[in-house]
């Protein structure tokens, strides 16, 4: 009975969201790229997208807690292949993310997100219920997140290894911990922030210092952030109109159909446009916090819930970026940005949340 | 390997009491996630709430100035003809280097300065000045070194900032030729900025300065076009559009006549003063020098500092013109209007006598006449060709100065003519009412009899005088002096005279050019020239001696007497007699009366030509032809 199941369990309401948000993503990936070279992006993304369909079914059917026994090898492969991206990977603007596999060029540091969500949701699922994580729990734990990221950090993509960080820190919250390691785990992050900007690339010390002053240096790196706020309110209130952004066409806006995709979705569709699209994320991930309080069990809950905070990080540090409230980091908006990697991996985990979805009522 | 067996171990003793310790716990941290959400899609949206609801003018703007680049065309200025269409001001193509504001770097200055040969503070001081300008022009009239320099160093990687424009470079006489009249063109001023006739006007722009210039600056000046085109971010060009193009600004005709101007120029050269050449009939201003004068096309644009002190430091003062703004005591050239007063009010007739020893004692004062040996018994007539002190004071004295002051503020001295040119002075022509008000002081009738021969508090400018003597010449009717010849002519005042009275006058004025008086040097053969001398005493003061001055010579003459056609004055400063200054307008007038015969000679030369001039269609055929292909 595996596809009527499937039909009747399947969270519907989630994949419409998840389609609508690809739509305009790819709509807007077509606007923005409209007579320039990359102007096959949004076919590619279709491809993607469709390719995401595959793999969510696939994930669907395989039971969350087969995959969680699996993470001890599903964790060295990553970073078995994190080094081989090193060694052998390409270099695109300065930093060597992408490694390529049967023609397509693969970013491994995107599904390592959803290898860290199966880490944490194990481990911390492992732990006694009720109990508290002890200091050696909360070691164990950094440090096996710790290494993945500080590789992808080498690539260097700070962006992305930061993604990390809510996963683990939403997963060792939602396990319980003692008020007092709390306090001393934010006054060491403190006291580590300032030693911890040291070992910054200049181009990372000079995004965070655009975002704090972006008038600084207006033609050079402040250029990103303040060219982003001029197309978000060029947008006005209805928008300029699909292929009208004079921002995103003239070559203002950096990169327009991946990081800031979203600065000439508000260019083009305006104030109400942007309300359409932050509230499909916003449904997004409540359906996504939604399944985390159905499901079945604690394995299930960790899992939903990382997802959801992946994405909810995602969305505030891209789009805040693009009204200048968050510094530059690099990061892609979740569904919309053209890339494979990103889309893949977004839709392995939506595959995921369906996967414990499909079993809250198995026990 | 530890994790894996620890889990496997515990899986099945505790799944059901795992089950209800998640709900349970979760629950609250989920809904606390859930807040969280909200809070961030809040902080999120009220970002773009900032900018596309409450400020998307500000940002659009700042898109626009993005993507759109523009260039102004300049219009440019009308030209300004003489009364015959002769250019005087005309304006040449040149090129202009301009600074855009959006790709400007602050340290690219002193080299561009260092290469175009400006100074590094006025560039400075300029940028920093026209702060709202999107383009600063920074140097006109590019060589071609200049250009050359440029174009090599504009590319984006060195000075993107620049750009060559056309302007246009105003092209005035050489020498200062009628300079005053003219003005000049330079850059607005903040304090002209700061008026509320230039609110429409933006620092940079160009305006007229001085003179006609500045009276018809609205005429003269064009509208500006622009070249508008999309750039991407690279700074290349995407579109243009359609440029709007510059409106030329319209020519202006003056009522000056280069002929005469050039006489007057001619005969002002190296002397200080000035000449004023009118159409008492209308108004019209034939001719008009002053002297020192300026070369206005150091002024063009950006006129250098030093150049700039020189002229403003100039003790006499080359850019004042004496002929609107000089005002000095018209000396005896006041009295045919003492004697028009006296006839016209009654107090005297052309048989009234005088008694002339060489002086004589008013109101315990003794006045002296400029003949030490006297007029003996002395009429109107022989008064004025003689101009006998003592026979005006005599008049003033019968007249009072409040009688007097009315006949002669009807011939305009005490106001100002109203001239088409800025900063014109006044005149003063006292009065007991006008010594109260400047002076808070009464009028002593002792200070009449001064006054009763052009001296003490009466003071006029050339071109005042000019006026008013041009009205007197017609019988009494003031015209308001102009130069824009398609203006048509202001009757200002008409006295109602009486004719018998202006004869009188006149008929002296005849005399004294033509029946041996003061002004004989002015008298022109077949022409009946009218005139009067004055020779106008200055208040010595320490740095008029220092500056060597003496009494400065007047003239002032019309003609033809029966139908005058023309007024002249002429001023000469320290000219020490007016008869030194009446060769200068005789020169002017001969001038004006060769210039007309010459024209009707031509006239009836052209009429007889045109009538004995064979024409092709009155020929017989083959001849027409031949004529024809002659041609060809």
């Known amino acids: 009975m595996g596809a009527p199941r499937i039909a009747r369990t399947t969270d519907w309401y989630l994949l419409a969201i998840t389609l609508v948000i690809c739509s305009l993503g790819v709509l807007q990936i077509y606007s923005a790229t409209h007579a320039t070279k990359w102007e096959d992006a949004w076919w590619k993304q279709v491809v993607f997208v469709a390719g995401g369909l595959i793999l969510m079914w696939v994930v669907t059917q395989i039971d969350y807690h087969a995959l969680l026994g699996q993470v001890v090898p599903m964790y060295a492969l990553s970073i078995a292949l994190l080094l081989v991206t090193m060694v052998v990977g390409n270099k695109v603007f300065g930093s060597t993310r992408w490694i390529r596999v049967a023609g397509f060029t693969l970013q491994v540091s995107e599904f390592v997100k959803i290898v860290i969500i199966l880490l944490v949701a194990r481990f911390l699922s492992d732990l006694k219920a009720g109990q508290k994580l002890e200091w050696r729990d909360l070691a164990k734990l950094c440090a096996l997140v710790g290494v993945p990221m500080l590789l992808v950090m080498k690539e260097p993509d700070l962006g992305t290894s930061l993604t990390y960080i809510p996963i683990l820190v939403c997963g060792i919250l939602m396990a319980g911990l003692r008020w007092k390691y709390l306090l001393i785990v934010a006054a060491a992050l403190l006291i580590c922030l300032p030693i911890g900007y040291h070992f910054l690339k200049p181009y990372q010390k000079d995004r965070l210092a655009s975002f704090v002053d972006p008038e600084r240096d207006p033609k050079g790196t402040g250029f990103q952030v303040i060219q982003s706020r001029i197309a978000v309110g060029n947008g006005g209130m209805w928008g300029r109109g699909v292929t009208q952004g004079s921002q995103t066409h003239l070559g203002f806006l950096p990169v327009p159909q991946t990081d800031f995709i979203f600065s000439s979705f508000a260019e083009e569709h305006g104030f109400v446009g942007v309300v359409v699209a932050l509230v499909l994320y916003f449904l997004l991930i409540m359906q996504i916090v939604q399944n985390a309080q159905t499901a079945g069990d604690r394995e299930g809950v960790y899992i939903c819930m990382g997802i959801g905070a992946l994405v909810l990080f995602h969305v505030l540090v891209n789009v805040g970026m693009v009204v200048g409230r968050m510094p530059v980091a690099g990061i892609p908006l979740p569904l919309m940005s053209s890339g494979g990697s990103n889309v893949l991996s977004m839709f392995l985990m939506l595959g995921l949340v369906n996967s414990v979805r499909l079993r809250r009522l198995v026990s | ?469 041009g009205g007197l010449s017609i019988g009494g009717r003031w015209y308001r002096p102009h130069l824009l010849r398609d203006a048509k002519p202001v009757l200002t005042r008409d006295g109602h005279l009486n004719p018998q009275d202006v004869a009188e006058v006149v008929d002296g004025m005849y005399g004294v050019v033509n029946e041996g008086g003061t002004g004989h040097a002015a008298a022109l053969p077949n022409i009946e020239v009218c005139g009067k001398t004055g020779t106008a005493q200055l208040v010595s003061t320490e740095k008029m001696k220092s500056m060597h001055l003496k009494n400065n010579a007047w003239f002032e003459a019309f003609a033809p007497k029966g139908a005058p056609e023309i007024a002249v004055v002429a001023l000469f400063e320290s000219g020490e007699e007016g008869a030194n200054a009446a060769w200068i307008v005789r020169d002017v007038m001969k001038a004006y009366f060769d210039k007309k015969a010459r024209l009707a000679k031509e006239r009836t030369q052209l009429t007889r030509e045109f009538h004995t001039l064979t024409l092709p269609w009155a020929m017989p055929m083959p001849a027409a032809l031949a004529l024809g292909s002659g041609l060809n």
């Open chain 2, 1 to 469: 390997m530890a994790l894996v067996e620890s889990q496997r171990e515990r899986e099945e003793v505790s799944s059901e009491q795992l089950l209800q310790d998640s709900t349970k716990a979760a629950t609250a941290k989920i809904a606390v996630f859930q807040y969280i959400v909200v809070a961030v899609f809040i902080f999120l949206l009220s970002g773009f709430w900032t900018l596309q609801v409450q400020n998307p003018d500000y940002y659009s703007e700042a898109a626009e100035r993005n993507r759109i680049k523009s260039t102004p065309i300049l219009a440019p200025r009308g030209k300004i003809l003489d009364r015959d269409g002769r250019v005087i001001v005309d304006n040449k193509a040149s090129y202009s280097l301009l600074l855009n504001r959006d790709q400007l770097k602050w340290e690219h200055l002193p080299a561009i300065a260092d290469a175009l040969h400006l100074d590094y503070n006025d560039l400075a001081g300029k940028v920093r000045r026209m702060g709202s300008r999107p383009q600063i022009v920074i140097k006109d009239e590019l060589t071609p070194d200049d250009m050359s320099w440029v174009q090599s160093h504009r590319d984006t990687a060195t000075y993107p900032e620049m750009d060559i424009i056309n302007s246009w470079r105003r092209l005035y006489p050489q020498d200062g030729y009628a300079a005053h009249v003219i003005g000049y063109v330079g850059e607005i001023s903040d304090a002209e900025l700061d008026l509320p006739q230039f609110i429409e006007y933006h620092p940079g722009d160009v305006i007229g300065k001085d003179g006609i210039e500045r009276e018809y600056d609205s005429t003269l000046r064009g509208v500006d076009g622009e070249r508008r085109v999309l750039v991407d971010s690279m700074g290349r060009e995407r579109q243009v559009d359609k440029p709007k193009d510059a409106v030329a600004g319209k020519d202006l005709q003056l009522t000056l006549d280069l002929d005469l101007q050039s006489v007057a120029e001619l005969a002002m050269e190296g002397k200080r003063g000035a000449v004023v050449a009118l159409d008492p009939r209308n108004g019209q201003v034939l001719a008009m020098v002053s002297r020192p004068t300026f070369d206005p096309n150091k002024f063009t644009g950006r006129i250098s500092t030093k150049d700039w002190k020189e002229i403003v430091d100039d003790p006499y003062k080359p850019l004042m013109n004496r002929a609107t703004q000089a005002e000095f005591a018209p000396g005896s050239t006041f009295k045919p209007f003492v004697a028009l007063a006296g006839l016209e009010s009654g107090v005297i007739d052309d048989q009234t006598e005088f008694h002339c020893p060489g002086g004589a004692s008013f109101y315990g004062h003794y006045f002296a006449c400029w003949r030490k040996g006297g007029h003996g018994n002395i009429s109107l007539h022989r008064a004025i060709t003689q101009s006998c002190d003592v026979y005006f004071y005599n008049v003033g004295n019968r007249l009072g100065i409040d009688r007097l002051a009315h006949y002669t503020q009807l011939a305009g001295f005490g106001g100002k003519t109203g001239i088409d040119l800025p900063n014109e002075r006044e005149s003063t022509m006292p009065s007991t009412r006008w010594k109260l008000r400047t002076f808070r002081q009464k009028w002593y009738a002792g200070e009449t009899i001064s006054v009763a021969i052009g001296q003490g508090a009466v003071t006029v400018s050339p071109l005042e005088l000019a006026a008013a003597l």
